[in-house]
Structure formats: structure tokens, C-alpha cells
DNA sequence: CATTTTACTTACTAAGTAGTAAGTTTGTCA
DNA sequence: TGACAAACTTACTACTTAGTAAGTAAAATG
């Protein structure tokens, strides 16, 4: 018997890379299973449906997310300092084996995946366009953004590019990826 | 024996569906001869491979990309009508059962769908991007369009964005992409 | 030390997957 | 009318999928 040392942590840090690899319907258990040099039902016995994993996965990304936007190195730092945390979010992602956002990968399949996924996915995608959202307001507000609009629907492109920019990344290159990110800055930043 | 008529062209019309709706990994063989009305093997002799299948599917909407921007109906549009008509092609989607672009969905399977296939999405991304990469620079010169940057940043972020916000229509609803379309407008019209 | 709980393996099911080979029907054309 | 090709069906293979039930080994607990 091979034991797997914090076996739910590492299943679910193997299952959020391949989610972000591959999406939800591109993965098994078997390929958990097989990386960690066990049998599928060992995976199974930790998280019984995969329904239940992509949900396990999904939630903690959400604390996460929670965690860092309250804790005070992040919370103190200036408006553009912000906006550059945020997209470093994914450049990060986009450097560790192309990675793409868990929410763009799941919107894509969502007409296929479980409806308790697809809730989690949603509540994601608020919380971040949310926090994002009250950056821009603010930061326009004390004179270090200005872009035209309302700073929901600012919000709304800048995220769903970067989403956009990291799919596109995959049969474009980095560079592609990152002209993205410096005209959103271009565009906001006075 | 149920027949088909125009065979070839109604199973692409069918998987162009899927492809947007489900995501290559997301459709089978057994849901087009399904909804056809017909065994799974008669769609095999019209496309032996899934990948031959996506690739034709690719090909056939480049070709008609390539037709429709060489075509005097738009060719002879002003600027800001030419960046309609383009944000259009995704509305239709939007509104046609929340379908996303064809590119997106791929991109986000890229690591797991066919060689062929991969390179007829990088063809069609890029095509896609050249097109509007010219639009900005002539609509930019010619005084209809103005944005800080480059014409090539400016149009990935567009085109990244608009491929986002369908994904995110998923989950948000039609009222998010709209948002989207608006803003990228009023980011670039004078 | 005995018992129970945790974390696995073995062995399986039922369903779905792409793909193939051989046979059948139907329309076309010489 | 006969031959042939096009467009299917039947019947199958080999494989992968999520999920389950029963058994085992080791660690924790009393």
C-alpha cells in the first residue's frame, strides 16, 4: 500500500492543475491516481463523486481568493499596485504550464458539468469581479485610474480578457498574454 | 436506412454546435448520429476521425470568415460599423443558446485535442486578430477610433475580451457580455 | 494488548468512447 | 438491365470512464 502523505490536500492541488489544464472533462481519476502512484479508488475513498472534488477544488480557490484580498500586504498596497497583484495572478499561471482560470475552463464546459459545480464557478466569477470592481471605483475616485464607464462593466472586460489572454496564450505564445495585460494597464492607469 | 440529405455538410453544421456549446471533449460521435437520427458508423464514413472532423469544422469557418470580410457588404462599411459588425458575430452566438467562440473552447483543450486540430486554431486566432489589428490602425489614422497603445495589443484585448465575456455569459448571464461589448466601444470610438 | 478507525487495494460493474469490417440498400449511369 | 458506387446498418473491438463493495494493513485509541 502506498500511503500519500496529506492525501486530500495533494489530490486536490493534482485535480486544480489539471482542471486548469485540461478542464473538468478532461481529466480521470485515473490520471489523479496514476501521478500519485496509487489506484483509482483510493482517490475515490477521499472524494466519492467527481462532482465533489471539482466543488472541494472550486471552494478552497475561493477562500484563497478571500484570504489574500483581506490580508493586509495585499489590502495596503496603492491602487496600481493592486491592479498588478491581480495580474500577476495569472501571469503566474500562465508561466507554470499554461495554465488557464479555473472559471474560463469550466464556463466553457459549462453545459456539461454538474449543477453544484456550476454554482461554485458562478460564485467565483462574482467575488472576483466584485473585489475588482470596487478597485477601479476607488482607485478612480483618488485620481489613480480613468477609463470611461461604469467600473463594473471596466471590470467586467479587463478579467474576461485576462481570462480570454490565457486561452489565447496556448496557441499564441506568452507574449500574446502579456501585450493583453499592459494594454489594460495602459488603458486605465493616468 | 435513414438518409441524410447533404450529409457532410449537416453533421458539420451539427458538431460546429456541439464544438460551441460543449467543447471538443465534451461531444461524441453517438450525439450527432443521435440527433440525426442515424447509427454512429454512418458518421464515420463521412468523417473517419474526430479530429478530421474538427478540422473540417475549422477550416469551413475560416473560409467563411475569409469571404465575409472580403465581401463588398462589409468591406464598404465605415469603421465603427466594421467593429459592430464584428462584435455581432459574437452577440449572435451569445443569443443563439449561449454558445461560445470556437477559439476559446478549443484553446482551453488545447492540451488534450489533436495536432491537426491545434493548428487550425492558431491559424483562425491569428486570422481573426490580423483583421482587427487593421481595422484599428486604418479607423485610428482615419480619425474614428482612438486608444493608447498599439493596434495589435488594442485588438487582442478586444478579441480576448469578447471571448471571455461569452464564457462568462455562462454563469452571469447576456446582461455581462453586453456590458463588455459597450465598454470595449466606448474605449475606442472618438 | 485489543478494538476501532483510517487509508488504502483488489476486483468488479455498467456505461460510454472512437473506430472498424462486412453486409445491405439505393440511386446513377453505361 | 446490369454494374457500380454512394450512403448507410449491423455487429463488433479495445479502451476509458465514474463509481462500488468487500477485504487488508497500519495507525490511533482505550
Redesign the interface.
Known amino acids: 500500500m502506498v500511503k500519500i502523505e496529506n492525501s486530500k490536500k495533494t489530490i486536490m492541488n493534482l485535480a486544480e492543475e489539471l482542471l486548469q ?3 473538468f ?2 481529466f480521470s481519476y485515473a490520471d489523479i491516481a496514476g501521478q500519485l502512484g496509487v489506484k483509482n479508488a483510493a482517490i475515490h475513498y477521499h472524494f466519492p463523486s467527481k462532482e465533489e472534488l471539482g466543488i472541494a477544488v472550486i471552494r478552497r480557490y475561493r477562500e484563497r481568493f478571500k484570504l489574500w484580498v483581506n490580508n493586509s500586504r495585499i489590502k495596503d498596497l496603492s491602487y496600481p499596485e493592486k491592479l498588478d497583484w491581480f495580474f500577476n495572478i495569472y501571469s503566474d499561471f500562465r508561466v507554470n504550464n ?1 495554465k ?1 482560470c479555473l ?3 469550466l ?6 458539468i454538474p449543477e453544484g459545480l ?1 454554482k461554485e ?2 460564485s467565483l ?2 467575488e472576483t ?1 466584485v473585489w475588482l470592481e470596487a478597485l477601479l471605483e476607488d482607485g478612480r475616485e483618488a485620481g489613480a485610474f480613468q ?3 461604469t467600473s ?3 471590470a ?10 490565457l ?2 496564450a ?3 505564445g506568452t507574449k ?1 498574454f502579456r ?2 495585460v ?3 494597464k ?2 486605465v492607469l493616468v
Not at 464556463?107 to 456539461?112: A, G, I
Not at 467586467?156 to 489572454?165: D, K
Open positions: 489544464d485540461r478542464g472533462n478532461g499554461g488557464v472559471v474560463g475552463a464556463e466553457v464546459e459549462f453545459n456539461s456550476r464557478v458562478e466569477n462574482k469581479l477609463f470611461k464607464g463594473a462593466s471596466k467586467a472586460v479587463i478579467y474576461s480578457s485576462v481570462q480570454g489572454a486561452q489565447m496556448r496557441a499564441l500574446k501585450e493583453v499592459e494594454q489594460n495602459q488603458d
